[in-house]
């Protein structure tokens, strides 16, 4: 079975990695456009201005919507399934791919607020969720 | 603005989808090729008229794709486009072809999609990467920000469009196993289809096994092998062709993401506003088209299609659906060939046999499956998770 497959960060996301790895979320701005920005990027989309700046926000979110998938999506992850894959929607704006963890399956719920969990795997960190302490 | 609806689809061929193809197999130079002359010969065209092509990629060519099929095939043109949509290539091709001809750069053009295996290397195969239409390499998005959570190939990002549209509009699962069971209904009737005489019903849909909530093992399609070809001509050739002209009236495209995470508004396909473009291109209203052949990966992409694509209102789909008879005898006939559910999907020949289902219908030779008076068909392409899509409006004289 191979290895699940990890990121490997790019110079242009390398603060974005650096930031998860110190437990905090980094986010790129456009003052110009007041534009939240996921993935990281050179330019700001849509305009391609060139005044991206990383700012810290809190990570906190809402479930904008999943799926529980009982089969692997792919064989590495064979021995993973039920996988808990979701879209959370940043409470900035942007809406990033993730997994939702410390949750059943059954009490996921679109709109479900969620708090940003660190999970160190390997030389990154990746950026999952868990239920908001209030949710 | 647009098409004058002056080149028509002169021919056609399609290779049954299999399974498992026993082989021999050819590469897809071969496959390209063998496919090229079944159509030019169902057009009564003369390969030598050939003066344009539109491929896709090639198994045993990265790159320098149209030049390498231009040499194999030993035909000179003045027209190449390599079309990377996925499953919109081959309504991608088409219009494109058709533009070349309105524009006088080409009078015919072959739009080819090979897509059989080919014979396994010397010394072993290569591997499948598992990863679908995601790309893995270092500095892709995908590789960095959804590959690492297991948002891999096509289920996922899928079920969870669906799961969305649930929580927007409310969601019938009886509605959209009645896709699958009515385009089953059609591949009764198309002995090509790889599900021909084997009829199911809702129940068997919704029993079958959940994939990823809420897609049912018979609500998502089956890969196969094939190939399929269309031979796109102007006017004159046209007409003095073995076939009813198909005149390419009307086209729309749009793309604007490639994983559905990063969509403005997921619950608003690219159907639409390519859609909305092919129609007024064309001067047709969705009322007007007499049959759809939609683009069916899962059933929840024919559902969204239908009401993006204006055929009902946003979230009256199920409705639409469970109100209408889908079947090529019914009042709303869609996917006659069995939709690449039913028929199968071979490659990027399943997009294209979304194609050949309109032609074939506007043709006459649909067979026990052939729609009455059939004169416009709308066809849609979708590729990558309801990223890159394409309209077609197509006519008979």
């Known amino acids: 079975m191979p290895d699940?497959?990890?990121?490997?960060?790019?110079?242009?996301?390398?603060?974005?990695?650096?930031?998860?790895?110190?437990?905090?979320?980094?986010?790129?701005?456009?003052?110009?456009?007041?534009?939240?920005?996921?993935?990281?990027?050179?330019?700001?989309p849509g305009t391609l201005a060139g005044d991206l700046e990383w700012r810290e926000v809190s990570g906190n979110g809402t479930v904008y919507t999943f799926t529980v998938a009982r089969r692997p999506t792919a064989p590495a992850w064979a021995e993973d399934v039920p996988q808990l894959i979701a879209v959370v929607e940043l409470d900035e704006g942007p809406r990033l791919t993730t997994e939702l963890v410390d949750v059943e399956p059954d009490a996921i719920r679109i709109g479900m607020r969620v708090r940003p969990v660190f999970s160190d795997e390997g030389d990154v960190t990746l950026l999952r969720f868990a239920p908001a302490a209030d949710a | 603005m647009g098409l004058r609806g002056t080149a028509a689809i002169a021919g056609i061929a399609e290779w049954k989808p299999q399974r498992r193809p026993p082989g021999p197999y050819q590469f897809s130079t071969e496959q390209w090729a063998e496919l090229a002359k079944a159509a030019l010969d169902d057009a009564g065209i003369d390969p030598r008229e050939v003066d344009g092509i539109c491929t896709g990629g090639l198994r045993e060519s990265a790159t320098f794709v149209p030049s390498t099929v231009a040499e194999y095939l030993g035909i000179p043109?003045?027209?190449?486009?390599f079309v990377d949509l996925g499953g919109a290539t081959g309504a991608g091709m088409v219009w494109r072809a058709a533009a070349a001809i309105e524009l006088g750069a080409a009078s015919v053009v072959l739009c080819v999609t090979p897509s059989m295996p080919i014979p396994p290397a010397p010394g072993g195969r290569a591997q499948n990467?598992?990863?679908?239409?995601?790309?893995?390499?270092?500095?892709?998005?995908?590789?960095?920000?959804?590959?690492?959570f297991g948002n891999v190939a096509q289920n996922a990002g899928y079920a969870m469009i669906a799961q969305r549209y649930a929580h927007e509009y409310g969601y019938d699962p009886r509605a959209l196993a009645k896709i699958a069971v009515d385009?089953?209904?059609?591949?009764?009737?198309?002995?090509?289809?790889?599900?021909?005489?084997?009829?199911?019903?809702?129940?068997?849909?919704?029993?079958?096994?959940?994939?990823?909530?809420?897609l049912h093992l018979l609500e998502i399609v089956m890969p196969a092998s094939g190939g399929a070809a269309v031979?796109?001509?102007?006017?004159?050739?046209?007409?003095?062709?073995?076939?009813?002209?198909?005149?390419?009236?009307?086209?729309?495209?749009?793309?604007?993401?490639?994983?559905?995470?990063?969509?403005?508004?997921?619950?608003?396909?690219?159907?639409?506003?390519?859609?909305?473009?092919?129609?007024?291109?064309?001067?047709?209203?969705?009322?007007?088209?007499?049959?759809?052949?939609?683009?069916?990966?899962?059933?929840?992409?024919?559902?969204?299609?239908?009401?993006?694509?204006?055929?009902?209102?946003?979230?009256?789909?199920?409705?639409?659906?469970?109100?209408?008879?889908?079947?090529?005898?019914?009042?709303?006939?869609?996917?006659?060939?069995?939709?690449?559910?039913?028929?199968?999907?071979?490659?990027?020949?399943?997009?294209?046999?979304?194609?050949?289902?309109?032609?074939?219908?506007?043709?006459?030779?649909?067979?026990?499956?052939?729609?009455?008076?059939?004169?416009?068909?709308?066809?849609?392409?979708?590729?990558?998770?309801?990223?890159?899509?394409?309209?077609?409006?197509?006519?008979?004289?």
């Not at chain 2, 043109?77 to 486009?81: D, I, K, T, Y």
């Not at chain 2, 009764?188 to 809420?214: K, R, Y």
């Not at chain 2, 495209?253 to 490639?258: I, N, S, T």
Request: aromatic share 8%.
């Open chain 2, 183 to 214: 385009q089953r209904t059609n591949a009764c009737a198309t002995p090509d289809a790889i599900f021909h005489g084997q009829p199911i019903t809702i129940e068997d849909v919704l029993n079958s096994p959940m994939i990823a909530d809420p």
């Open chain 2, 129 to 148: 990467s598992g990863l679908g239409a995601s790309s893995g390499l270092w500095g892709s998005p995908q590789a960095e920000f959804d590959i690492p």
């Open chain 1, 4 to 44: 699940r497959p990890l990121p490997q960060p790019t110079p242009t996301s390398q603060p974005f990695w650096d930031g998860l790895r110190a437990r905090r979320v980094l986010l790129q701005y456009s003052p110009s456009q007041d534009q939240w920005v996921y993935y990281p990027r050179n330019r700001a």
């Open chain 2, 231 to 397: 031979v796109v001509a102007a006017a004159d050739i046209a007409k003095r062709g073995k076939n009813r002209p198909v005149w390419i009236n009307g086209f729309g495209e749009r793309l604007a993401f490639k994983t559905p995470t990063y969509a403005e508004d997921l619950m608003r396909t690219p159907i639409g506003p390519a859609a909305n473009r092919a129609f007024e291109m064309a001067d047709v209203k969705p009322a007007d088209v007499d049959m759809v052949s939609i683009y069916d990966c899962y059933t929840i992409t024919v559902l969204m299609t239908l009401e993006d694509a204006g055929f009902c209102e946003k979230g009256q789909g199920a409705r639409f659906i469970t109100e209408h008879d889908l079947t090529y005898r019914g009042d709303f006939p869609c996917n006659t060939h069995g939709g690449q559910l039913s028929f199968g999907q071979a490659g990027l020949a399943g997009g294209m046999s979304h194609v050949c289902d309109g032609a074939r219908q506007i043709m006459r030779r649909a067979g026990d499956a052939q729609v009455r008076d059939c004169d416009t068909a709308f066809v849609s392409g979708n590729g990558g998770i309801m990223s890159e899509q394409v309209a077609l409006v197509l006519r008979g004289d």
């Open chain 2, 77 to 81: 043109v003045n027209f190449a486009e």
